[in-house]
């Protein structure tokens, strides 16, 4: 019988017991702790942002800089954090009158410096500011951090890139927009749109030469930003790549009306996906003789099949409501009828 | 020493080993989740900057089961559409209710039937027509037989145009930018195939046409426990999880899931109480012995709020449904189990799940039952007994501080000082006697779920929480 805390038991068990109510006083200080902080630095950003979204706002809006007050050092942080709020929020001239405004008091030193000493927010900070201002002289610091393994850091770095110098950027970094697969692509395709003539350059060059691996996230990207390639190249694609998921993509992305005879062939493609996107080109550029094709799809095993289908009969500019309501009348099949009525219900509802 | 002694001292032995690796478990669980939320702290600049959309974010299609919800159908659809997000539709459900809801919907969002041809890829109970609003072209409504939540979740499913699928409760308060927030994981990560956010009690929160502006705390005191569970529940035993990749829980109450994933996992099961979690495990278990890369994401930001039962008896027959829930769920996925492709799913999460929240309530009763009765028989003194007490009430208060601490590192998303302290006086009285009774509500589930019961829509008395507090 365990009597006394001279036995084991009992004293492994106090003594857990006494770490846990040591730890949970520590733990509510803590917690006390940073509730304090976390007003006090409430406080003081509201009270900073009194100050300065009014001179920063009137930097935009007129012609002549306001005369700045002091920056301190222990606001920099929330200046930072307002001024690219503000930038994030507005285009053109404002931008450049906000990077007056950085330069004259110093951001750009002070960024450079919490690129290179500064804890992530900082950094993350640090790369937001060096793209807006273009900053030349971050250039070797920022492809450092565009190589980072962080996803966050490195995509914003490599948008700050593409900011400084569109041609240098994308050239650079070609291989990591293709082949880092933690960049999203609408996120990318966020930034490249300034960028957009020099990366269309840089992928017409080296998408044939490149890795076939890499063709779906090309198409993806030039998608993303309404690029046309051209027809050779996606041609080419079109009948050479091995990937039914880079075909799907390709067969989407197919915006020449020459690539029609080829398209045509995948109607039949066993993989269902592509079936869809191959309707969807002959609805878009496809002839009288293909709305015979695009009748049998109707009775497709696949759904989106038959539904990709019936939208392409009833986009096609010679195929209207009234011959849809024709081909509904001469059709038997129970598939192919469901999806006639949905297709036609669902042009009545938009119509009306 | 006698055999009693040493079946004494082994079970005493056995029952302080298993509330210190019970405890120290979560506390690491707790560490990891502080690692994630720090990361967290230092993204929220960028979280905090103008989001832009492009148009390339995937559509989502937002399934609302609703059963016997003629209250309050109509505000939460209404909220739904205030949701920032660039492509999404809403597809209702009503699974055979016996009340309204179907005239209220027709009513208030101009329904018309809709000629849909029918997409087969579940197995459900039969439509009995679909609907669609003239007002809203993104809202659909689709009338079915009773067949409860999976079954309308199928249907759902079956119906959804988007790649992306989001299961919410009718009943649920979504943030504004909760679609914005759980999608990212998918947008960053292509091998995302589910993510599932933090819920929170919306109870003594202030509502207004179906959104929530501000956040309080309720007067109940069953609901100011939940507060506490719900903190605890989705900070560290989630987001510690999701940093493995090895989360076996997504909130029924908000989940957004890759609509082909789910289709070939074969959807939700119909004849399981917690369909949601089942799910997840089985998407595990199917990916991992296809050896297909996955992730499986966790949100920690508060992006959807509930009403938590306020009485007795709800919260029991909450508590006891969960609990076979869990029960099923890990039954009928056993293949997961330190299979040899589990990694950390099969190897740790599941076997965690097993001893300490499946089992978990067979040992825990059995401990103080154990320590009562060789008190009892003189088998243990009273000293003896009265620092088992202390340490699995001091483990359990330290349990509900951290979960406290990760809110305050997080989101403080209860602003006042009276709020953190009425906080603190909970975390410390949940130990004495609701964690307790908890523990014997999910026993009572782990006996129902061995009887075999059948399942059904749990219900729900609703206070509502559409308005201002008293």
């Known amino acids: 019988m365990f009597n006394t805390f001279s036995d084991p038991y009992i004293q492994f068990a106090f003594d857990i017991g006494l770490a846990a109510v040591a730890l949970t006083l520590v733990l509510v200080a803590v917690i006390i702790r940073l509730r304090l902080k976390l007003r006090k630095s409430q406080r003081l950003e509201e009270a900073f942002i009194d100050i300065w979204r009014p001179i920063l706002l009137q930097a935009i809006s007129s012609e002549v800089m306001p005369d700045l007050p002091e920056l301190p050092a222990s606001s920099q942080g929330f200046f930072l954090k307002l001024w690219n709020y503000l930038q994030e929020s507005l285009r053109g001239v404002a931008n450049e009158r906000l990077n007056e405004v950085a330069l004259e008091l110093g951001c750009d030193v002070a960024a450079r410096a919490l690129l290179k000493k ?134 989407r992305k197919a915006d020449e009306p020459a690539l029609l005879p080829l398209v045509r062939n995948y109607l039949q493609h066993t993989d269902w996906r592509v079936r869809v996107e191959a309707a969807g080109f002959l609805g878009r550029f496809g002839d009288t003789e293909d709305t015979k094709t695009l009748k049998a799809g109707l009775e497709d095993a696949q759904w989106w099949v038959r539904y990709a289908a019936a939208q392409a009969l009833a986009s096609m500019p010679f195929f209207g409501t009234v011959q849809l309501l024709e081909l509904r009348a001469c059709t038997h099949n129970a598939t192919a009828l469901a999806m006639l009525d949905h297709v036609l219900a669902e042009h009545q509802v938009s119509s009306s | 020493m006698s055999g009693d002694v040493t079946f004494t001292e082994l079970a005493t032995w056995f029952v302080l080993a298993y509330f210190t690796l019970l405890n120290g478990s979560y506390l690491a669980l707790n560490l ?26 995937p559509g989502i299609s937002i399934l609302v089961p609703a059963y016997n919800e003629e209250a309050t159908i109509t505000a939460s659809i209404r909220s739904m559409f205030q949701l920032t997000y660039s492509e999404f539709e809403i597809i209702v459900i009503n699974d055979g209710s ?29 439509i009995r027509g679909v609907y669609r609003s003239l007002q809203y072209p993104n809202l659909r409504v689709i009338d079915k037989q009773n067949g409860g939540k999976a079954d309308s979740l199928n249907a759902g499913i079956n119906a959804a145009r988007h790649p992306l699928f989001c299961g919410v409760d009718a009943d649920s308060i979504l943030a504004r930018d909760s679609l914005q927030l759980v999608a990212k994981p998918f947008m960053k990560h292509p091998d995302t195939v589910a993510t599932g956010g933090t819920v929170r009690v919306a109870n003594g929160c202030e509502v207004t046409d179906g959104s929530l502006t501000k956040v309080g705390l309720p007067s109940n005191i069953w609901a100011l426990f939940q507060v506490v569970e719900y903190l605890r529940a989705f900070l560290f035993g989630r987001l510690g999880w999701s940093r493995l990749n090895a989360m076996l829980i997504i909130s029924g109450a908000f989940g957004l899931f890759k609509t082909d994933v789910v289709i070939a996992a074969g959807g939700y099961r119909s004849n399981t109480i917690g369909e949601d979690m089942e799910l997840v495990v089985r998407i595990h278990r199917l990916l991992r012995e296809k050896g297909t890369p996955y992730r499986i994401e966790f949100v920690p930001a508060p992006v959807c709020w509930t009403e938590a039962p306020e009485d007795f008896k709800t919260l029991k027959n909450q508590r006891i449904r969960w609990q076979r829930g869990l029960s099923e769920s890990l039954s009928s996925n056993w293949g997961l189990m330190l299979s040899r492709r589990g990694g950390p799913p099969g190897w740790l999460a599941f076997p965690f799940m097993v001893l300490f929240e499946w089992l978990g309530p067979v040992l825990e009763l059995g401990g103080y039952f154990f320590m009562i009765y060789a008190y009892a028989f003189g088998l243990i003194s009273w000293q003896a007994f009265a620092v088992f007490l202390f340490m699995a009430i001091g483990l359990g208060i330290l349990l509900s501080v951290s979960g406290l601490l990760l809110e305050e590192l997080s989101f403080h998303m209860y602003p006042k000082f009276r709020h953190l302290a009425v906080l603190s006086l909970v975390v410390v009285a949940e130990n004495f006697g609701y964690r307790q009774l908890n523990t014997w509500w999910r026993l009572v589930g782990l006996y129902r779920w061995a009887a075999q019961r059948e399942s059904a829509w749990g219900e729900m008395k609703r206070k509502g929480v559409g308005s201002k507090p008293k």
Not at chain 1, 190 to 218: C, V, Y
Not at chain 2, 37 to 44: D, F
Not at chain 2, 98 to 125: H, Y
Request: proline fraction near 4%; hydrophobic fraction near 50%; charge should be negative.
């Open chain 2, 32 to 57: 990891l989740s502080i690692f994630a939320l720090q990361k967290n702290n230092e993204e929220k600049l960028l979280e905090s900057l103008p989001q832009v959309f492009t148009g390339l974010e």
């Open chain 1, 118 to 251: 500064g804890n992530r927010a900082e950094r993350l900070l640090a790369i937001l500011t060096l793209a807006h201002l273009h900053d030349r002289k971050s250039w070797d610091a920022l492809v450092a951090q565009a190589n980072a393994v962080d996803s966050l850091a490195s995509i914003h770095a490599a948008r700050a890139l593409i900011n400084i110098d569109p041609l240098a950027g994308t050239s650079l970094l070609l291989p990591m927009l293709l082949q880092r697969r933690d960049w999203g692509i609408a996120q990318l395709a966020n930034f490249l749109g300034a960028a957009e003539e020099a990366f269309l350059l840089q992928l017409s060059k080296n998408i044939l030469q490149m890795d076939k691996a890499l063709w779906n996230r090309a198409l993806q990207l030039a998608e993303a930003l309404h690029l046309q390639l051209p027809l050779e190249s996606m041609r080419y694609i079109i009948e050479h790549c091995d990937s039914t998921e880079t075909l799907v993509t390709a067969l």
């Open chain 2, 98 to 126: 016996k009340d309204k809801t179907l005239e209220v919907l027709t009513r208030e969002f101009a329904l018309l039937p809709f000629p849909d041809a029918p997409r087969v890829g579940l197995e459900t109970k039969p």
